[in-house]
């Protein structure tokens, strides 16, 4: 079955500090990578994806992700953390010609 | 308009009762999209239209579950006979186009409680 995980359900960073949220997936083919933010009460945005190309994408708000094939992984990193980045956080893959997969979410408590 | 967006915001609704939730996407996106959020869990997916084509609906969770998009701008998500398990936030996600590789514009939600 194709999958997505999100290991962590919280990660603490304290401010000014890099971040990392992990996410890795299960799917077949070469699917499209994506991340999403969720704001309380917000609807989800995008904040970058990957397609082809460079294994490091940039995105919105400073934040980045590497793709890393042979490991099926697409971990999300910022260099230095803001209390604005806390917020809940989603990884994404859709196989091409398919649906699009969520993860459960991690949140980000970024710490002043 | 500017974004996507869903009325109502919050919905309660009796065991038993049907319900309608409305989506507008952004003006001239081609792909529409339905997610079920349960309560700490991802977006599931519910359904997808290309225009006013429902191409795929594997994710509707009964046939109680019902949607539409007849003119290919407004969608609507219908529950007949709701029941507590149907307690959710839907989500509406709209695209400019019908690739796999579009980003999508999310709406705030419908938040869907049944007493």
């Known amino acids: 079955a194709q999958s997505v995980a999100q290991p962590e359900d919280q990660v603490n960073v304290a401010e000014g500090n890099p971040l990392t949220v992990k996410c890795t997936y299960s799917v077949s083919g070469n699917p499209y990578l994506f991340w999403y933010v969720q704001y309380p009460n917000r609807g989800l945005q995008f904040l970058l994806k990957y397609i082809t190309g460079d294994n490091l994408v940039k995105g919105s708000y400073g934040f980045e992700a590497e793709f890393n094939k042979s490991q099926t992984s697409f971990h999300l990193k910022k260099p230095s953390a803001l209390v604005s980045d806390s917020a809940l956080y989603f990884c994404a893959v859709r196989p091409p010609g398919d649906k699009i997969i969520f993860g459960k979410g991690t949140r980000l408590h970024i710490l002043p | 308009g500017a974004g996507v967006s869903q009325s109502p915001r919050y919905k309660v609704a009796k065991r038993g009762q049907d319900v309608a939730l409305r989506c507008d996407p952004i003006?001239?996106?081609?792909?529409l999209f339905w997610y079920q959020q349960a309560l700490g869990q991802g977006p599931e997916f519910l359904t997808y239209f290309q225009n006013e084509a429902q191409l795929d609906k594997s994710g509707l969770p009964s046939d109680r579950f019902f949607a539409e998009r007849p003119e290919g701008s407004v969608s609507t998500l219908k529950i007949q006979r709701t029941q507590q398990e149907d307690s959710a936030v839907y989500l509406c996600a709209s695209s400019l186009g019908a690739g796999s590789n579009e980003k999508l514009f999310f709406g705030s939600g419908t938040q869907l409680s049944v007493l």
């Open positions: 003006s001239g996106h081609v792909s």
